[in-house]
């Protein structure tokens, strides 16, 4: 029975199941129906299109094994924790997650050359791109004024306030996000004599990004999670509903969470070895975020790019399904087995880093040892003390630290366990 719950957890975990199917046509695998248009759709595009240009060829091909990647992914791939939209939207992911975990893999074993080769095929404009044209943010630091406050909001201002709204989304929790947010701003301070971008005025780093950007973005991500858990997540079926309204209306709602599950991360009972999976949680999204600047500028992209807001656009989906897996793997004693999409990010963000660590030989020349041996130290010890904090907190209130893990019908912390166990069950 024990090995039977285990598996169940796991299994919920990762090939979570819609209940109350009410358009069975979308949910059913049409198996034969894509095998057929898939044979037709190779055969039109490998016998029929024009093949004279080598370019042209190997694109359609890359093409092709991506299309029939997301096919198998569609067919054989697992859901995952989510169902919403749809599962094969998460299977594709899932799919297109471990193609770009492959790619890598194969950029591992190649030269600079040959990588900067192939990013110069992809688009040829990168050829008289420099990385020191980059624009620069630590200038005249003590001329302030409205104008240049206001010129240093842009649009990479907007994405870092989009991303910690998303941030605050995943994992729920303003001590962590805190956290990771000031002990970003070291990150940047500690690596800001290899990445020049870095450089940023005192001001523009802790009162533009972490007090404007990151912490409007972690207020306005908790406030949503907060008004996703006082809703009613009560479905009808689309065919129960008479009005034309009323079914635009539900199928809008189908891009919404499903249901809302609340996240504890630590409380009194929590163990060691749960308190260091947190605080080892805080570090690698420090280095994940690490990897997006050392690959641009390693490889001479601006940050407006194609692929490197496509790569960030990519992994803010795939870190949604990995948080919960990895969450849920910290926390439920039941849960023996990781996640395979949080499996696969966590070979994505080695690799990246790996990557990063040969291709940058020339730039990691320049390291400042000092300054690395006191950025791992502060980010060790930070983790620990922050994390320990919030676990000490909890302890001595007997209260969960978040503002949004406590459901209404909770009143006290003898049933709150009770409460939580049942939760569980849940799926976004």
């Given at each position: 029975m024990v090995v039977q719950k285990k598996e169940s957890v796991f299994n919920t975990l990762n090939e979570c199941e819609v209940e109350d199917i009410t358009l069975e046509f979308f949910y059913k695998p049409h198996t034969i129906t894509l095998l057929i248009l898939s044979i037709i759709g190779v055969i039109f595009m490998s016998f029929i299109r024009d093949d004279k240009s080598i370019d042209s060829n190997i694109c359609a091909g890359i093409w092709c094994v991506i299309f029939f990647l997301i096919l198998v992914s569609l067919l054989a791939f697992p859901n995952g924790p989510f169902v919403r939209p749809h599962p094969a939207v998460w299977r594709m992911v899932f799919g297109l997650s471990v193609l770009y975990?492959?790619?890598?893999?194969f950029l591992l074993f190649q030269k600079y050359e040959t990588i900067k080769g192939m990013i110069l095929w992809l688009d040829p404009n990168l050829k008289d791109f420099r990385i020191d044209m980059d624009k620069e943010y630590g200038v005249n630091c003590s001329d302030i004024n409205v104008e240049k406050f206001w010129a240093h909001l842009d649009v990479f201002a907007a994405g870092h306030f989009f991303g910690w709204v998303s941030k605050a989304i995943l994992v729920r929790h303003y001590g962590i996000l805190w956290s990771m947010s000031m002990m970003w701003e070291f990150t940047e301070v500690m690596f800001s004599h290899l990445l020049p971008n870095f450089k940023e005025c005192w001001w523009d780093a802790w009162i533009l990004d972490v007090l404007l950007c990151n912490g409007f973005g972690i207020w306005v991500g908790m406030k949503i999670?907060?008004?996703?858990?006082?809703?009613?997540?009560?479905?009808p079926g689309i065919k129960d509903i008479d009005t034309?309204?009323?079914?635009?209306?539900?199928?809008?709602?189908?891009?919404?969470?499903?249901?809302?599950t609340p996240v504890r991360w630590l409380d009194p009972n929590s163990s060691y070895m749960r308190f260091f999976?947190?605080?080892?949680?805080?570090?690698?999204?420090?280095?994940?975020?690490?990897?997006?600047?050392?690959?641009?500028?390693?490889?001479?992209?601006?940050?407006?790019?194609?692929?490197?807001?496509?790569?960030?656009?990519?992994?803010?989906?795939?870190?949604?399904?990995?948080?919960?897996?990895?969450?849920?793997?910290v926390t439920d004693p039941n849960c023996k087995r990781l996640g395979t999409q949080c499996w696969v990010y966590a070979v994505i963000m080695v690799t990246e880093s790996l990557l990063c660590i040969k291709n940058g030989k020339e730039l990691f020349q320049?390291?400042?040892?000092?300054?690395?041996?006191?950025?791992?130290m502060i980010m060790l010890f930070f983790s620990v003390v922050s994390v320990l904090g919030f676990w000490q907190a909890d302890w001595l209130t007997?209260?969960?630290?978040?503002?949004?893990?406590?459901?209404?019908?909770?009143?006290?912390?003898?049933?709150?366990?009770?409460?939580?166990?049942?939760?569980?069950?849940?799926?976004?």
């Open positions: 975990s492959l790619t890598l893999l999670c907060k008004m996703l858990e006082m809703r009613d997540y009560n479905w034309t309204k009323g079914k635009i209306k539900r199928a809008a709602l189908q891009f919404t969470p499903a249901s809302w999976s947190v605080c080892q949680m805080v570090i690698m999204w420090q280095v994940s975020e690490l990897n997006t600047f050392f690959l641009k500028h390693i490889f001479e992209m601006p940050p407006s790019h194609p692929l490197v807001v496509g790569r960030l656009f990519f992994l803010s989906i795939v870190v949604a399904p990995s948080t919960r897996q990895y969450y849920t793997y320049q390291t400042e040892i000092f300054n690395i041996s006191v950025w791992l007997g209260k969960q630290f978040d503002a949004d893990v406590v459901p209404n019908s909770i009143s006290n912390d003898n049933n709150f366990e009770e409460d939580y166990k049942t939760s569980k069950s849940k799926t976004l």
